[in-house]
């Protein structure tokens, strides 16, 4: 058998074995697509979503409606909970974790008007970090050069065996294409989703401009150059409004931390501890010291 045959016939079982877990997510031609991972609950990206509710059509041309369960738009991953009438769940891959690799075949699933789509391409670089739909960085995703048709976001990347390797975000371009390792943070996070469980993420309440443009609105104003965020706007009901902040400040420190990106602030955020996180920030010339206050996250029920 050849090569060429090899591969075909790999393709066949994949589709076999994986294609009816593949769902589109969205009406009149969907948004992206989804993996059934469990009886009853499937798995897509966060932005493919439009409010509580939406169309899953499956391959066989069934549509229900599904109810979101939880979602992490920072990750860009959210679990529906719909009638999966019994679809065969597509299985994690116990190689996720650290098997794949440069090299690594894989099969990206998707759905078309005939039904299931399944290509094959291999993978092209690993701990590739790019932006989520809030701006928030992803990291160690990786690329592979499946073909992948508009609205295959969600949907999954597989292995040989027809095991989850992967979820499908967006085409960089190059025909080049990223996702997200199906590794055992993933699978985690994607467990507590099933359960309702939203992560939870300390936010100060503003909008922020990037450094660069910071930095060209303080030379217009003949202020010093400093590296910093500059607040665009406060939300008038979040911390920083609390605080003191005001539209203007540039932050330049956090939690003793010094500010020169978005991703130094959000990453002050993530690891601060207690229930509040101290700000320096220039207001003009002035140099001021803050302390945004945070709500304690409630406790677990029993």
Known sequence: MSIF?????????????AGAGVARVGRDGGRGAAAVIADGLLLTSAHNLRGAEVTITFGDGRSVVGSVKGVDT??????VAADTAGIAPIEWSPEAAGGIGVGSAVFALGTSAGGSRVTFGTVSAIGVAFRGPRGRLISDGFEHTAPVGRGSSGGPV???QGRL????THRPGDGFYLAIPADEALKS???ALGRGEAPSRRKLGVSLTPPHVARRMRAAVGLPAQEGVLIREVASDGPAAA???????LIVAAGGAEITSFDALLEALDTATG????????????RLDLEVRFEPEPEPES
Do not use: P, W, Y
Not at 74 to 79: M, T
Not at 279 to 285: I, K, N, P, Q
């Open 74 to 79: 920072d990750d860009d991953i959210a679990v």
């Open 158 to 160: 597989v292995d040989f």
């Open 165 to 168: 390797v992967g979820v499908n």
């Open 189 to 191: 996070k994607v467990e």
């Open 5 to 17: 045959e090899e591969l075909s016939e790999a393709t066949r079982d994949v589709a076999a074995k």
């Open 275 to 286: 229930e509040s996180l101290a700000l320096t920030v220039l207001r003009g010339a002035e």
């Open 243 to 249: 605080a003191g902040l005001q539209r203007g400040d």
